[in-house]
């Protein structure tokens, strides 16, 4: 680990004290763990490069000093050691998403996107069926149930976010093999079992009414996006690049990467939702409903639309 200047004596007392009063990111740390927190400067510097580190990594959040330095001394206590062990990068992520940050959840879900939906062709007979267990697997690890918190919560830190995904991920779909193993044809789901499916017969109606309509203005307003808009897309959902893939084929930061495929979903969503109420035809009680609908087959629809695309 890279060392911080030191100097001896009074002096170096003042310095220390100057720069410690001046890191609000190190004083919540210390505030948090009390007495035994440590006060060494190794300790010190790890923890703020470490939030210099994120924050070039993730520019587009905020990521503020103070309940950072808080969020990282829950995760490793009064063990000055462990903070040399940290993906502060991931923790970043982590951090926004469980702050409730939107842009954050989305960008989560622009990066992990590949790896959530790997799997969930051979486990689901149907692309549908595959779209709403994927579904229903962001809500688990992002935002929760109304008794458990997001899977997220979860992550210590100390190893990569994607490895400790993919275990997550595994342990999920091993959940829905056995339940469905385990329940008698035509018995519904046990209460708080990880939905396979959304059974929500409001959905199957809507989609079956609504359909040609929704088609129609995606595809309408998959036209409008920039052909650079599309390009990112057709570069991370049909061929699997990172953002930092993307980045590196244009030869910007990854987080420019991560912006243009958050705006060209945005507007994608705007976009189809302005084609719709145009349109007409849809009750106003039915609309909500519709645009959720919308929302959530997103990735599924995109998938659909640039492998047409490609064929033709």
Known sequence: MDRAPRLNGPLGERYAATVAEADPVWL???????SAAPDDEDSRRALVDGLGRAQAAWPEFHLDAGRWG???AGLVGTDAAELAKLHFVDLALVFACLDGDDAAR???RIEYGPVVRSG???????????????????????VGTSDRPPKLADYAGTGPLIHWLR????RMRTDVVRRRARRPS???????????QIDDPEFAY??????????TAFAEAFEELEPRQRTALRLHLLDGLSTEQIGRVHGVHAATARRWLAKA???????TRARIAARGGIEASEFDSVLRLVRSRLDLSLSKLLRSRRAE
């Open 28 to 34: 919540s740390f210390r505030d948090a763990l009390g």
């Open 70 to 72: 808080a969020f990282i």
């Open 106 to 108: 989305e960008a989560f």
């Open 120 to 142: 969930l062709e051979r486990l689901e007979s149907s692309e549908d069926a595959a779209a709403d267990l994927e579904q229903t697997i962001w809500e688990r690890v992002l």
């Open 167 to 170: 275990v997550v991920l595994v």
């Open 186 to 196: 035509g018995v519904d789901r046990e209460p708080g079992e990880l939905a396979d």
């Open 206 to 215: 809507l989609k079956s009414h609504y359909r040609d309509l929704m088609k």
């Open 265 to 271: 979903r945005s507007q994608l969503l705007e976009d």
